[in-house]
T-cell receptor, first 108, second 113 residues
């Protein structure tokens, strides 16, 4: 079967760094994506990794290890506006499967 | 103007009623998707379409049907709504190539009584 595992909740302090992990098991693998969703809003795309390594986009970075079926999203210099849910998603065969999401709480 | 629009944004209906949710996009994307979101369950794929003549079932297609009327329009129907179909429904689009970034509509909150 296909599955993605990510923590349900993470708490961090404003200005700090937080890492959200994602492990996956899928039939076929083409890439790992990350999405952000604020309460009441729609998911918005953050990053996509097709190859092993780290991709950096501003304060956000995403890492992939295909051999370990593992990836993470790294958020630096946390701001209160980063409080949201974060979803990893795997593109396998011909469709995308989403994880259940990680709720990020940020303390002032 | 929004690139992906959904109508209605909110709908309350009764068990057994037929409901249609509509999605339109101006992004020119070939690929369109319908998801439902339930608390703690993330996004689950209902149906997807890679072009007008292509319709595919997702993880949870039972109780749902879709119609791809044009490249820009993709509708989701509940033939006979039941209470456990109460959820937030999202339409999304993506381009054929690249990282398969998906662009989501604002969502439709459906309540079945």
């Amino acid at each position: 079967g296909q599955s993605l595992e990510q923590p349900s909740e993470v708490t961090a302090v404003e200005g700090a760094i937080v890492q959200i992990n994602c492990t996956y098991q899928t039939s076929g693998f083409y890439g790992l994506s990350w999405y952000q969703q604020h309460d009441g809003g729609a998911p918005t795309f953050l990053s996509y990794n097709a190859l092993d390594g780290l991709e950096e986009t501003g304060r956000f970075s995403s890492f992939l290890s295909r051999s370990d079926s593992y990836g993470y999203l790294l958020l630096q210099e946390l701001q209160m506006k980063d409080s949201a849910s974060y979803f990893c998603a795997v593109k396998g065969d011909d469709k995308i499967i989403f994880g259940k999401g990680t709720r990020l709480h940020i303390l002032p | 103007d929004a690139d992906v629009t959904q109508t209605p944004r909110n709908r309350i209906t009764k068990t057994g009623k037929r409901i249609m949710l509509e999605c339109s996009q101006t992004k020119g994307h070939d690929r369109m998707y319908w998801y439902r979101q339930d608390p703690g369950l993330g996004l689950r794929l209902i149906y997807y379409s890679f072009d007008v003549k292509d319709i595919n079932k997702g993880e949870i297609s039972d109780g749902y049907s879709v119609s791809r009327q044009a490249q820009a329009k993709f509708s989701l129907s509940l033939e006979s709504a039941i209470p456990n179909q109460t959820a937030l429904y999202f339409c999304a689009t993506s381009a054929l190539a690249g990282g398969d970034e998906q662009f989501f509509g604002p969502g439709t909150r459906l309540t079945v009584l």
